[in-house]
Structures are given as C-alpha cells and as structure tokens.
C-alpha cells in the first residue's frame, strides 16, 4: 500500500503525520509541487518483460504524459533480488541530491521509496505497483529501492542527461528510514 510519512528535518525517529489513502497523499504532495497519480496497472506485464512490451501496455498514459510535458525519452528501469549490481545501483541515489528536470516514475512493478526535503520538513513516499510521482526539478531528495530491490519503472526525461544527480554534499539521508522489506505488505 502506498504511504507518506511526514517528519521533521530534525527529528527522524517520529513522524507528525502518515497517510495511506492515495487521494489524500495525493493532496498533500501537491501542496508540495509533487505530482501522485494512480494509473490503472496491466496485470499481464512482469518484471521480466522486455522494455517494448512494458511501454506498449501504457502507451495511452505514456503518450498523454509525453504530450503534456514534451518529454524526450522514455525508457524502463528494472532493478530485482538476483541483479549481481544491486547494491552498487542502490548507493547511487541513497544521499540527498536533485536534478534539473522533473523526476518522473511510474512504477509498474515492485517498489521504491522517495524521501524528499522540503523547507524543514522530510516528506517519505513509499511507491507501489500502480504510482506515478513526478518530483519537481532542484527539489533536494534521495531514492531507495531496497536491499533486496524488486522493481520496474517507466522514467520519463526531457533530456538525455536529466538522470544525473546534482548531490547537495549534507547527510540528512543517512539519519532517515531506508526502504526495507518489512515495509511492502
């Protein structure tokens, strides 16, 4: 089930607030410039399908988001338990950095959890089969997939470089819960 825990910067063993009900995360996202969306999943993709096939499955949803914000490139990332690189894929995005577009995912399959910083405040949003986030570009954030990650997502750029993580140099994210398995019902 999708989740937003909401914390302060400063204190990261209680949060003030935890929302499960999508409409209501994605409420409160959007007071944050966060998009949440819910997309209708295809149960006849799996992780282990070809990218063409996946992107066919969504291509109403891609097409529409392609044309509302003339993304450039869409691809799928597809990260399991048995990748030999998980746990360098993992370290790539655990600290606190943003990029120069929006980030943009849809996650098809599996999890991963977003944890963005906001003013004083730390906003964690677990993502599941079926969400889409759109994190606004310069919007300071870590991502974690887990130790034993197990996702598909489809990212959409507008650029070929708009992956690359412009790191802020703090330690925030290390004093923040990870994404563990206990945490995906």
Not at 31 to 56: H, Q
Not at 160 to 168: A, K, M, Q, S
Request: glycine share 8%; net charge negative.
């Amino acid at each position: 089930m999708s989740r937003l825990r909401i914390f302060s910067d400063l204190d990261p063993a209680n949060a003030v607030s935890t929302i499960s009900e999508h409409a209501a995360i994605a409420r409160e996202l959007a007071a944050i410039g966060v998009t949440f969306e819910r997309w209708e999943t295809n149960d006849r993709i799996s992780g282990g399908d070809a990218p063409e096939k996946i992107l066919a499955a969504y291509k109403t949803d891609i097409d529409r988001l392609v044309a509302e914000h003339g993304f450039q490139s869409v691809d799928v990332a597809s990260v399991g338990p048995d990748n030999p690189k998980r746990a360098e894929i993992r370290k790539t995005f655990l600290d606190e950095h943003f990029h120069k577009e929006d980030e943009v995912r849809f996650f098809v399959a599996g999890s991963g959890l977003f944890t963005l910083h906001v003013d004083d405040k730390v906003y964690e949003v677990l993502c599941e089969k079926g969400d889409l986030i759109s994190v606004p570009d310069g919007t300071p954030h870590w991502f974690d997939m887990g130790a034993e990650p197990d996702f598909v997502a489809i990212r959409f750029f507008k650029q070929p470089d708009g992956w690359i993580g412009h790191f802020t140099g703090t330690d925030i994210a290390t004093r923040f819960p990870r994404h563990e398995p206990a945490e995906s019902p």
